[in-house]
Structures are given as C-alpha cells and as structure tokens.
C-alpha cells in the first residue's frame, strides 16, 4: 500500500491531505502558513514541521510529498527544496512548487487546462500541451492581486474612508467595518492597515462582508465586486490568449469559490472573449491536485 501527501500552501493557512494509493483519504490537516514571503523561512519550516507531525504518524510513511507553495511560481531547485523540507518527512521524494501547479493537477482535464485562484492574492496558471506552466498576474498585493480578498478588502476600507470625510457616497461598508475591525474610526483603521508588518490576512478577510454587502445591494460594495471581477477577468484572458482555443478554465479560492455575484461577473467577462471555454470551480482541491502528483512522482 502507498501513501502520499499533497499539501497546499496558500497565503493564509496551509491545507495537507495523506491519501492512499486509490485516493482514500487517510488523514488531514489545516495549518499555519508555510509562505515564508510573508512569514519568513524560519517561521515556515516551523509551522511545516508542525503540520506533518500533525498529519503523519511513526506507522505511515509517505512514497512521495508534493507542496505547492503560494511563495513560489515554478518548481524549486533540490537546495531550496532541502532547506525548506529537509528532515521532515521521511521521504526523498518531494516536489516543491507553486500553488499553482497543484491547482492544475486538480483539474479534470489531460493535456491542456488554465485555473484562476483568488484567495488572499490572486493570479491565472495555464499548462500547455507539451507540460509548460505559464502564468498572469500574481504581483502581490502591493502590485496586483486585483479580485484577490485583500484587493477587495482594500477597496472598501478606501471607500469607507471617503465615506467618513463626505468625501465618497455613504455606504453599509461602514457598518460591516465596525463589525469586523472592532471600529469604523477613520485614523484607527488607517494605523491598523499601516501596520508593521501589514497585516494582510487579516485585510483579506474583511472580503466575506464585502460580498455580503454587496449581496444585500450595497452599491459601493457592488461596484467594488465589479470592478475588480472585471479586471481579474483581464488577467485571465491574457492567459488564454496565449493558450489553445476551448482550453477548460477551473477556479479556485474563497472568493471564486464563494462570491457567486463575484464568480458570475467574472465568468461573463472571459465568455465575451472566449465564448467556448468551459468554466468551472474544482471539483478536487489543490492539496488532493498535490496528492496526484505526487502520485505521479513516486508511483
């Protein structure tokens, strides 16, 4: 019987699943994040030893390991890949690569197949006929990062800033600011984005009440749902430009997964250019898309 473990390192938590050779799942876990572009490398070794003590036991030992990690945009070479993992797993084969590879592997598709992932970030990954990776966005959240959480978030603390000075039509966000961050005051929410260091996870997670709002028809916050589906769409058409006509489009991530006004506007913006791309959100996650491929490398 083998065993492998896939886990998914996104910009927040870290998912890990061990499954059998048929897929079974035998354990799982969600953890701390192994970002260490946001944590630091010492910080994320800990928290990755953390979760495979959790997931594993001294019976089971996984045939191969893959990560994908949000740190990352193509695979790791061997020395990184060894100084991140080296020690932890009892296992020689181990595939460190982007989040985004893992993602691909969980799409139901052989050959090519393009995903679009908006967690706390966000960023569009393709895999060509021939096995290349290409990719679009993924500037981070100072850059990019458009229909991300925290690209959201940030726009509706702005709004609700404006909203506070006159300077911007009044909006509900206020209240769901209050609601979230303790305060609506304007110079607290302002020292607490300021922060050192900035503390996006926790502004990525204003993005549930921002699609709430929007939902109870906040126009602000509708408009904000718009703007940034919409230009998340460009990012993702500039993938597929570059990729086969028909290709499959799977999505990913709390906002795709459960903004639907989000995911609509969204999927409306790529059909107008690409009428006969299939869009649809994973069936499998990415940490089972990492179990596959680590099937791939250890079968």
Same mark, same amino acid.
């Not at 006509?245 to 969204?266: A, K, V, Y």
């Given at each position: 019987?083998?065993?492998?473990?896939?886990?998914?390192?996104?910009?927040?938590?870290?998912?890990?699943?061990?499954?059998?050779?048929?897929?079974?799942?035998?354990?799982?876990?969600?953890?701390?994040?192994?970002?260490?572009?946001?944590?630091?490398?010492?910080?994320?070794?800990?928290?990755?030893?953390?979760?495979?003590?959790?997931?594993?036991?001294?019976?089971?030992?996984?045939?191969?390991?893959?990560?994908?990690?949000?740190?990352?945009?193509?695979?790791?070479?061997?020395?990184?890949?060894?100084?991140?993992?080296?020690?932890?797993?009892?296992?020689?084969?181990?595939?460190?690569?982007?989040?985004?590879?893992?993602?691909?592997?969980?799409?139901?598709?052989?050959?090519?197949?393009?995903?679009?992932?908006?967690?706390?970030?966000?960023?569009?990954?393709?895999?060509?006929?021939?096995?290349?990776?290409?990719?679009?966005?993924?500037?981070?959240?100072?850059?990019?990062?458009?229909?991300?959480?925290?690209?959201?978030?940030?726009?509706?603390?702005?709004?609700?800033?404006? !909203?506070?000075?006159?300077?911007? #039509? @009044? %909006? =509900?966000?206020?209240? *769901? $600011?209050? +609601?979230?961050? /303790?305060?609506?005051?304007?110079?607290?929410?302002?020292?607490?984005?300021?922060?050192?260091?900035?503390?996006?996870?926790?502004?990525?997670?204003?993005?549930?009440?921002?699609?709430?709002?929007?939902?109870?028809?906040?126009?602000?916050?509708?408009?904000?749902?718009?703007?940034?589906?919409?230009?998340?769409?460009?990012?993702?058409?500039?993938?597929?430009?570059?990729?086969?006509?028909?290709?499959?489009?799977?999505?990913?991530?709390?906002?795709?997964?459960?903004?639907?006004?989000?995911?609509?506007?969204?999927?409306?913006?790529?059909?107008?250019?690409?009428?006969?791309?299939?869009? !649809?959100?994973?069936?499998?996650? #990415? @940490? %089972? =898309?990492?179990?596959? *491929? $680590?099937? +791939?490398?250890? /079968?």
């Amino acid at each position: 019987m083998g065993y492998y473990l896939g886990i998914d390192g996104g910009g927040s938590k870290t998912k890990a699943v061990l499954c059998d050779e048929s897929l079974n799942i035998i354990s799982s876990f969600t953890g701390k994040s192994i970002n260490f572009n946001s944590v630091g490398f010492d910080t994320a070794r800990e928290n990755l030893i953390e979760i495979a003590d959790a997931i594993l036991d001294e019976k089971i030992k996984p045939d191969a390991v893959c990560i994908g990690c949000a740190a990352l945009s193509s695979r790791a070479d061997e020395k990184l890949t060894e100084k991140l993992c080296g020690g932890i797993f009892g296992c020689e084969n181990i595939i460190l690569d982007s989040d985004l590879f893992i993602a691909l592997e969980a799409v139901e598709a052989t050959g090519e197949c393009a995903v679009a992932v908006c967690g706390t970030g966000s960023m569009a990954a393709g895999r060509m006929p021939d096995g290349t990776v290409i990719h679009t966005g993924g500037f981070g959240y100072l850059l990019g990062d458009e229909g991300s959480g925290y690209a959201l978030s940030a726009d509706a603390i702005r709004a609700v800033l404006r !909203s506070g000075e006159k300077s911007g #039509p @009044e %909006t =509900g966000l206020a209240q *769901a $600011a209050e +609601k979230y961050f /303790g305060t609506a005051d304007e110079e607290k929410l302002i020292d607490f984005v300021y922060s050192d260091p900035v503390p996006v996870k926790e502004i990525a997670g204003f993005a549930p009440s921002v699609c709430e709002c929007a939902g109870n028809g906040d126009r602000i916050a509708k408009w904000i749902i718009e703007k940034n589906a919409e230009a998340f769409a460009e990012t993702v058409c500039a993938l597929l430009r570059r990729m086969p006509c028909g290709t499959p489009l799977g999505l990913w991530g709390g906002i795709m997964q459960n903004c639907e006004e989000f995911r609509s506007i969204f999927a409306q913006a790529v059909r107008k250019e690409f009428p006969e791309t299939k869009i !649809s959100v994973l069936e499998n996650s #990415p @940490e %089972t =898309g990492a179990v596959i *491929a $680590a099937m +791939k490398c250890g /079968g």
